[in-house]
């Protein structure tokens, strides 16, 4: 069983920027791929960037590359989204998920455990 909270979320103006934080824990975390997700109202929930725990290979959306960046600390079972030049676009529910090697990355399917998410809201 692997647990995630996310925090770090809130209103900020665009231009701006945000550094989102996954906390995990669970015996077997280290199994385990870490990957940001968001939805926005309205809309399907889309992948914005993941890391492996390997070595620390990223991937991003096309959407947020160049503003995002996506880290980690092994040590501290940390997973951290760093976001500058928030666009108003951004705006969504930013979830933290789990998923297990040989699976693909960018599909919501692809993870087997979620946190509760946090709110990240870009006023223009």
């Known amino acids: 069983q692997v647990q995630l909270v996310e925090s770090g979320g809130g209103l900020v103006q665009a231009g701006g920027s945000l550094r989102l934080s996954c906390a995990a824990s669970?015996?077997?975390?280290?199994?385990?791929?870490v990957g940001w997700f968001r939805q926005a109202p309205g809309r399907e929930r889309e992948f914005v960037a993941a890391?492996?725990?390997?070595?620390?290979?990223?991937l991003y959306a096309d959407s947020v590359k160049g503003r995002f960046t996506i880290s980690r600390d092994t040590v501290k079972n940390m997973v951290y989204l760093q976001m500058n030049s928030l666009k108003v676009d951004d705006t969504g529910v930013y979830y933290c998920?789990?998923?297990?090697?040989?699976?693909?990355?960018?599909?919501?399917?692809?993870?087997?455990?979620w946190g509760q998410g946090t709110q990240v809201t870009v006023s223009s």
């Open positions: 998920a789990a998923r297990p090697p040989y699976t693909i990355v960018v599909l919501p399917g692809s993870y087997k455990y």
């Open positions: 669970g015996r077997t975390f280290s199994q385990y791929f």
């Open positions: 890391i492996t725990r390997s070595d620390g290979d990223t």
